[in-house]
């Protein structure tokens, strides 16, 4: 089992940067494809980027170029650096750790306001 602490978010004006942190705790965190995810009130919950366990990324258009995805399986940490950011990004942002074998799992969440 793995268990996820986010931490990073906070309040930031338009054009800002934060870096997100999720570190984990448990076995095997190096196996693990590793996602960030958001929701905004009112909204679905949706996938803003994610790192394979080979280092392949993927990244929601919206966050294309802004957004960069990293992990130190050393650390059992994976980042989120966010730049240029909007007020559209504003949401509840999750850590999740996916594995076919070892099963689905999620941070807490940590909140990311950005003002206009």
């Known amino acids: 089992q793995v268990q996820m602490v986010e931490s990073g978010g906070g309040l930031v004006q338009a054009g800002g940067s934060l870096r997100l942190s999720c570190a984990a705790s448990?076995?095997?965190?190096?196996?693990?494809?590793m996602g960030w995810y958001r929701q905004a009130p009112g909204k679905q919950r949706e996938l803003v980027a994610a790192i394979t366990s080979g280092g392949t990324t993927t990244y929601a258009d919206s966050v294309k170029g802004r957004f960069t995805i990293a992990r130190d399986n050393a650390k059992n940490t994976v980042y989120l650096q966010m730049s240029s950011l909007k007020p559209e990004d504003t949401a509840v942002y999750y850590c999740n750790a996916r594995s076919a074998s070892k099963g689905d799992y999620w941070g807490q969440g940590t909140q990311v306001t950005v003002s206009a």
């Open positions: 448990g076995s095997g965190f190096s196996i693990y494809t």
